[in-house]
């Protein structure tokens, strides 16, 4: 059974988790209203992935005989500039998500919560990926800049992700 303070911080990533696929799903739709439908197919991705991180965080809580606290999703606020500025805005959530993934498995060692402190081993390596994934976006982006042609190759390559 979880503590208290571990059920309640779980339904908190939980909802963090959900808002991120919001989130994700609100920029592919500007991503598609620009014309760059290859970074719009990533982020929809991208929305899939955080929400079935949500759901594997809903299902660990009912395993643990915890309680699921679904919270309203706010709308997500951020600024289009450039696709530049877009993946830095990313990067900069996904570390919000990594840290608050860290101070959770901090908490859960703190109470010697071994089931829980595993099952978040899981998502501190997936926020690896996930910061390197957009990282070599930003990257990409910063080397070849954002002229016509190596916008093209890169929302391209983009797209391809399964």
Same mark, same amino acid.
């Given at each position: 059974?979880?503590?208290?303070?571990?059920?309640?911080?779980?339904?908190?990533?939980?909802?963090?988790?959900?808002?991120?696929?919001?989130?994700?799903?609100?920029?592919?739709?500007?991503?598609?209203?620009?014309?760059?439908?290859?970074?719009?197919?990533?982020?929809?991705?991208?929305?899939?992935?955080?929400?079935?991180?949500?759901?594997?965080?809903?299902?660990?809580?009912?395993?643990?005989?915890?309680?699921?606290?679904?919270?309203?999703?706010?709308?997500?606020?951020?600024?289009?500039?450039?696709?530049?500025?877009?993946?830095?805005?990313?990067? %900069?959530? @996904?570390? =919000?998500?990594? &840290?608050? *993934?860290?101070? !959770?498995? $901090?908490?859960? /060692?703190?109470?010697?919560?071994?089931?829980?402190?595993?099952?978040?081993?899981?998502?501190?390596?997936?926020?690896? %990926?996930? @910061?390197? =994934?957009?990282? &070599?976006? *930003?990257?990409? !982006?910063? $080397?070849?800049? /954002?002229?016509?042609?190596?916008?093209?190759?890169?929302?391209?390559?983009?797209?391809?992700?399964?």
């Amino acid at each position: 059974m979880l503590s208290d303070r571990i059920n309640e911080a779980l339904n908190s990533q939980l909802n963090k988790e959900f808002y991120s696929a919001y989130l994700y799903m609100s920029i592919s739709a500007v991503a598609e209203e620009c014309g760059l439908f290859g970074f719009a197919k990533w982020l929809r991705k991208q929305s899939q992935e955080e929400i079935e991180h949500g759901e594997k965080i809903f299902d660990f809580l009912i395993d643990r005989k915890g309680s699921v606290t679904l919270e309203a999703i706010s709308k997500p606020e951020f600024c289009y500039n450039n696709p530049l500025e877009l993946f830095k805005f990313i990067y %900069e959530h @996904e570390k =919000s998500i990594t &840290k608050s *993934i860290m101070e !959770l498995a $901090q908490q859960a /060692e703190d109470e010697c919560d071994r089931m829980t402190t595993m099952f978040l081993d899981w998502y501190i390596n997936e926020q690896v %990926e996930e @910061e390197s =994934s957009v990282l &070599k976006i *930003i990257k990409q !982006l910063n $080397q070849f800049g /954002e002229n016509g042609g190596a916008l093209y190759l890169i929302d391209n390559e983009a797209g391809k992700r399964e």
